[in-house]
């Protein structure tokens, strides 16, 4: 470790029983503990005993954790060739605990060789590329065509986009009457985007749509048993109960309720109305507020005083009898909604699935469950044999984003090494590192209960089978100093904080420790903020999806830049002004807090690296180039050549477009009078003239990708965009020009109008999003905001709103 670092000896000898070679291990590691240290150390202590780097497997969540693990083995064997033997002796020690021998001094040098020379080298790869060489390997096993390619996440996306797009098309048009009753049904409650998002939640239940005709069936029965309706029982039904099992066309009653006053007429008029309608759903509305209020509660007061008793008492009666009809109602309707979200879910993922099968394509998600389908069908042993001639020891990172499916992969990989002749032949060991606090993947369907429970299970097969476990804690911080640590710890103590947070038998708050010694941090709480009495905007001067500027995130936002802004000019409350880059601001969503503080830190000239996560489409940047490439195709549309020539890409003003604009004839376009004016001599219409025939050119006789490498290369586009823009305009640059690339790599023809086509319809309905994640590590001196999620290695000071 660094010497800033003060390390324990207790966590010293956990972190070596951790990597220990000889031992399976299940590591338990705080935020910043080093697990990917210990991770790194196993591998390396693997090597030195002996092990051969090709049976060594190493599976990560993400390609960048990969990578990043790689490039530490590959560091620390390279260092060992170059070092003398008192410095690799020490280095040595410090890994395993014990003084190396000359000849474990002469292997380590050798190891760096040895693993560049393996065939396929070191194995430190996602489970996903994992499952695709077993696939590659297997294809006839596997059910999946021989040369499939994988779609990316935003390949798969769009095939989701454009197949819901033609579900609910055929649903709207009555193409398919049973689409159109399941749309009637669902659309009432959900449309848009919301639908959407549903429709996608559903499709991830893959095992109903595998065998819809049973599958699905049974899992609709179990949800109708879970909601309390019988078998067959309907909505309808339960309807035509509630109607015709009442006091409708009691005359009596009515009578009764008669006696003048307001509440009692109200209630009889009630009644009148629900006999009276002449659909069904007018009736049950009104006969329902007779009883219910708008909060579907039971109504306290029924009648005055001047109702007769027995009027009252068959009122109370009838209220008690609806009551639990109308909970019935309620779970039928939502069991109908169900089954009918289900039924279009279906129908998308059949006509995704038919599309892939016709491009010989699959994506990440049938990575997993094809892999888990062949090693159900074919002997593990053989699949592992054929894969380099098979595997002795598995290490497994960020353990608590593995979902179920990907934790059945991993058993059934294993399940010989804690077993049978598996167990006793040679020293194969399993490894996983992980924090069940630190799991944020439940939307890919991650589930940190099976952290632990997978934990016994490795521990009770290793003692089953005699066979050194070591379970081990990893509590010290090199990333926190103390006084946050112990603010986390105050706040987890409280057991109702704690709930769900971890799933061992002992589960008592959490415990950090800080590495940092007497490193100052501290946690600072502000106030809510309340929204500040300011006059209405006019209704036409703002957009109306816009914040208010006095919303709380809004002024929370713009405190934090302000107060960042002092940190990093005058300094902070001890005298210390901090470098931008020094300075992370987290928050939970890209909401409008989020983009406030970009734009406050932007407006106070503080450096800012923009957002994390960019959504390329919607960027200012590309919005400037798909114009002048719209443009360069159609130079008659006055509105886009307008919106072109305002762009850095010409810098035309608002002043040079109404002098050139305006007084033209009612035939004359805009290109025409921008022709007019530069042949007058006006500068700003020369310039943008000149511009315009450029890209009319480029546009007759190039792709996209030649089109926008000539705009942004020999005609300074990316120069002036980057300029104007800022630095993370170059991000997106960059992507909407591989985009343009790959386009015209894609085997259709390279038409510059249809790979535009992609970023003119409304993000989310079938047109690629191109979302890039910005590297926030690129060593540029700007602060940078981030979501908690996305961040990985915060850095002090930290601000999170």
């Not at 549903?198 to 048993?225: N, S, T, V």
């Not at 394509?361 to 592992?384: G, M, P, Y």
């Not at 905007?537 to 107060?563: G, Y």
């Not at 990093?568 to 992370?584: E, H, K, Q, S, Y």
């Amino acid at each position: 470790m660094s010497g800033r670092f003060i390390v324990d000896p207790l966590t010293l000898e956990a972190q070596r029983r951790a990597a220990d070679p000889r031992a399976s291990a299940w590591v338990s590691a705080n935020a910043g503990a080093g697990k990917t240290k210990v991770l790194t150390d196993r591998v390396l202590r693997l090597l030195l005993d002996g092990s051969p780097p090709g049976r060594v497997l190493c599976l990560t969540f993400t390609k960048a954790a990969a990578a990043n693990m790689s490039i530490r083995v590959f560091q620390r064997l390279g260092r060992w060739v170059t070092l003398d033997d008192e410095t690799l002796s020490a280095e040595l020690f410090d890994l395993s605990g014990r003084k190396a021998s000359r000849r474990e001094l002469s292997r380590a040098r050798r190891l760096f060789a040895r693993a560049v020379e393996t065939p396929g080298g070191l194995k430190i790869e996602t489970l996903h590329a994992l499952c695709e060489r077993l696939l590659h390997m297997f294809p006839f096993e596997a059910n999946v065509p021989a040369r499939f390619q994988v779609l990316d996440e935003d390949q798969t996306r769009n095939a989701f986009a454009a197949q819901t797009d033609s579900v609910l098309a055929d649903a709207i048009l009555g193409h398919r009457p049973d689409l159109r009753m399941a749309f009637d049904v669902v659309g009432p409650e959900a449309s848009g985007d919301a639908l959407r998002d549903a429709l996608r939640l559903a499709m991830r239940r893959r095992a109903f749509f595998a065998d819809p005709g049973h599958a699905l069936k049974k899992g609709l029965a179990g949800l109708a048993k879970s909601l309390g309706l019988a078998e067959g029982e309907t909505a309808d039904a339960i309807e035509e109960r509630i109607l015709t099992g009442g006091l409708l066309g009691d005359d009596t009653i009515v009578a009764g309720l008669r006696t003048g006053k307001v509440t009692d007429e109200r209630l009889a008029d009630g009644l009148v109305a629900a006999a009276r309608a002449s659909v069904r759903a007018e009736a049950l509305d009104a006969y329902r507020a007779i009883f219910f209020t708008d909060e579907d509660k039971p109504r306290k007061g029924l009648g005055t005083k001047g109702v007769p008793e027995a009027v009252r008492e068959r009122l109370i009666d009838e209220q008690a009898r609806l009551v639990p009809l109308f909970d019935t109602l309620r779970a039928a309707r939502a069991h109908a909604r169900t089954s009918a979200l289900f039924l279009l879910a279906a129908e998308i993922h059949r006509r995704v699935e038919t599309e892939k099968g016709r491009l010989g394509a699959l994506d990440f998600d049938d990575l997993i469950h094809k892999t888990l389908d062949l090693l159900r069908r074919v002997e593990v042993s053989w699949v592992l044999y054929k894969l380099d001639r098979g595997i002795d020891h598995v290490l497994v990172d960020e353990a608590q984003d593995t979902n179920p499916e990907q934790w059945e992969i991993l058993r059934r990989i294993t399940e010989e090494f804690a077993s049978g002749d598996g167990a006793r032949e040679t020293l194969r060991t399993r490894f996983a590192v992980g924090d069940p606090k630190q799991s944020i993947y439940s939307f890919q369907g991650a589930e940190p209960r099976e952290f632990e429970e997978t934990r016994r299970d490795w521990r009770k097969a290793a003692g089953d089978a005699g066979l050194a476990f070591e379970d081990v804690e990893l509590r010290l911080s090199f990333r926190s100093t103390a006084g946050v640590l112990r603010a986390v710890d105050a706040v987890f103590a409280l057991p109702e904080h704690f709930q769900g947070l971890s799933f061992a038998d002992t589960a008592v708050g959490t415990v950090h420790g800080s590495a940092r010694g007497p490193a100052p941090g501290a946690v600072e709480l502000w106030p809510i903020a309340e929204p500040a009495e300011e006059p209405d905007a006019d209704a036409w001067a703002a957009p109306v999806d816009s914040p208010e500027p006095n919303a709380p995130p809004i002024l929370v936002a713009r405190r934090v830049a302000r107060a960042v802004r002092d940190w990093t000019t005058t300094g902070d409350a001890c005298g210390r002004v901090w470098r931008p880059g020094d300075v992370l601001i987290l928050v939970r969503k890209r909401s409008a807090a989020f983009e406030e503080v970009i734009r406050a830190l932007k407006a106070l000239n503080v450096p800012v690296a923009g957002q994390d996560r960019l959504e390329v489409a919607g960027h200012i940047a590309v919005l400037d180039l798909v114009a002048a490439g719209r443009a360069g195709l159609l130079p008659a549309d006055d509105l886009t050549l307008a919106t072109a020539l305002k762009t850095p890409l010409v810098g035309l003003t608002d002043d040079d477009l109404v002098r050139i604009a305006s007084r033209r004839s009612e035939a004359e376009t805009l290109e025409d009078a921008l022709t007019r004016h530069a042949e007058a001599g006006d500068p700003a219409a020369q310039r943008g003239h000149a511009m315009l025939r450029v890209w009319i050119a480029l546009a007759a006789e190039q792709g996209p990708f030649g089109f926008y490498a000539a705009l942004l290369g020999p005609l300074g586009g990316r120069k002036a965009l980057v300029a104007r823009l800022g630095g993370e305009a170059g991000d997106a640059i960059d992507v909407f020009l591989a985009a343009a690339q790959a386009f015209e790599g894609g085997g259709d023809a390279p038409s510059l109008g249809t790979f535009l086509s992609r970023y003119v319809a409304r993000p989310g309905r079938g047109e690629s999003s191109h979302t890039v994640k910005r590297d926030m590590e690129s060593g540029r001196d700007e602060i940078r905001v981030m979501t908690v999620h996305g961040a990985s290695r915060p850095l002090a000071p930290c601000t999170v709103m």
